[in-house]
């Protein structure tokens, strides 16, 4: 077994949790569950779960995840070693498993950081296409080394000192719910998009850099720069168009069959449309968003 504790963030979590937890196959010390108050049977799963892995169940009001996972690595006595950061909808493949058991134990004093490659699946396919694998994500770090830097979007886990490495397998984000819950949710990720524009891009107060001289892959630091002095500059709804273009036809993402055409289309043009028009709606009637919490 790893020195190691797995934090996860629920809300709701009740058909994705458990294939998480057991994907790690007993490697894990300890999970950490920092709920944002269930109403389905979260809670009961955490306990059942509980018998069979050492799990850490608490309760916490939700602002924002940056807030939220900070709390949670600072308030739930996290003891081991190493400290992994996983979503409930996401998985370890036995390969990255394996890899962990093999390699976690040697890692040079140095590294404080590793980085996972992640893959997306979308009703049940494997999205390999348009710019979406490998996406490269610092979710390991050594304890008391890490933390969440402090945005309403893209946030991401910084180090403050120290070097990083990468592993070969991957995590898979691969989410048991419903078409409907995806539109629902990233309805409302599109007011937090708003929210974070307005507070950020259009007030010039967006560094680039993450927050705190952290550090992170150069993945995550080159979308930001990309997003915020690229896309953002283009034309209002125009923008929108040419992305789609880029990720269903420059980079290829026709090829992952009928759900990556559905994925492709909601999630490069739809969101981004969404985004858009209710920047638009914004500034025409002078509404400024206010923070949305967590997702009804």
Aim: proline fraction near 2%; glycine fraction near 6%; charged fraction near 30%.
């Amino acid at each position: 077994m790893l020195d190691l504790t797995v934090v996860i963030l629920t809300k709701n979590e009740e058909e994705n949790l458990c294939k998480c937890i057991e994907s790690f196959r007993g490697i894990a010390k300890r999970f950490v569950i920092v709920d944002s108050y269930s109403t389905d049977g979260t809670k009961l799963l955490c306990e059942k779960l509980g018998k069979t892995n050492e799990i850490g169940f608490y309760e916490n009001k939700f602002i924002d995840h940056a807030t939220q996972l900070n709390w949670a690595f600072n308030n739930t006595e996290i003891t081991t070693s190493w400290t992994m950061r996983m979503d409930a909808d996401e998985e370890v493949t036995p390969e990255l498993v394996e890899e962990m058991v093999s390699k976690l134990p040697l890692v040079e004093d140095t590294i404080k950081g590793i980085v996972l490659k992640r893959r997306v699946y979308f009703m049940g396919r494997w999205i390999k296409h348009g710019g979406k694998y490998p996406e490269l994500l610092l979710r390991i770090f050594r304890t008391g080394f890490g933390k969440c830097e402090q945005k309403l979007m893209d946030e991401h886990i910084v180090i403050l000192e120290g070097e990083l490495t990468t592993f070969d397998n991957d995590i898979i984000d691969n989410n048991n719910k419903s078409l409907e819950w995806w539109t629902h949710k990233h309805n409302w990720y599109s007011n937090r998009e708003v929210l974070d524009y307005q507070l950020k891009v259009s007030n010039k107060d967006d560094k680039e850099e993450l927050s705190n001289n952290g550090l992170n892959s150069a993945q995550a630091f080159r979308k930001r720069v990309i997003k915020n002095r690229g896309y953002y500059k283009l034309p209002l709804f125009f923008r929108a168009h040419i992305y789609f273009i880029y990720r269903y036809y420059l980079r290829l993402g026709f090829l992952d069959g009928k759900e990556g055409k559905i994925y492709h289309f909601l999630q490069a043009y739809w969101y981004r449309f969404l985004v858009d028009s209710k920047l638009f709606e914004c500034s025409k009637f002078n509404i400024t968003l206010n923070e949305p919490g967590d997702l009804k």
